[in-house]
């Protein structure tokens, strides 16, 4: 199957972010990386073939890096799920109803899914997110308040924990 890709990747106050998108909506983002480069290859061998779309991707550009500028911003963008796992779909859609600002654990998750037993493999379904912010994989943590695992490194959950929390106290 053939599909038209498009992409962007652009510089905010926190590092370089790329999306990669189709017809249907969004089907990666990248958290903040060092260069331009290393937010090319995140977006995965799809950016290779896709289309250089600054204009596609203008708005949600500027929510971004309004976002990674400590404002409270809501990503309510079409989404490309196709290639996820029912399940994975159910984790990714409740936990992409997680308010800004709040936390909710991998149990809660589990629970709001119809499968209290699985908060382990919720965390699994969350660590194969390619849509962090948007789906706000960050915002789940442990029973007990750790952070739990995290693509992007434990140090980059805090800081948009952090984030996210100065701004709610705004």
């Given at each position: 199957m053939t599909r038209?890709?498009?992409y962007i990747i652009f510089n905010t106050n926190m590092g370089w972010v790329g999306i990669l998108g189709s017809a249907k909506g969004l089907l990666r983002t990248t958290l903040p990386q060092h260069s331009a480069?290393?937010?090319h290859?995140?977006?995965g061998n799809g950016a290779n073939y896709a289309i250089w779309s600054p204009n596609l991707f203008h708005g949600l550009m500027e929510r971004f890096k309004s976002y990674f500028g400590g404002n409270k911003i809501a990503f309510?963008?079409?989404?490309d799920l196709s290639e996820a796992t029912p399940f994975q779909r159910k984790?990714?859609?409740?936990?992409?109803?997680?308010p800004y600002g709040e936390?909710?654990?991998?149990?809660?998750?589990?629970?709001?899914?119809?499968?209290?037993?699985?908060?382990?493999?919720v965390g699994q379904a969350l660590a194969r997110n390619r849509l962090p912010i948007i789906i706000p994989c960050h915002r789940v943590l442990t029973i007990n308040g750790q952070f739990g695992g995290f693509t992007g490194g434990v140090e980059m959950k805090r800081r948009l924990l952090y984030l996210?929390?100065?701004a709610s106290a705004n």
């Open positions: 038209e890709l498009k480069q290393e937010a290859q995140l977006l309510p963008d079409e989404l984790v990714w859609e409740t936990t992409r109803l997680i936390t909710k654990s991998y149990t809660w998750v589990a629970q709001q899914v119809g499968k209290p037993q699985a908060a382990r493999a996210e929390a100065s």
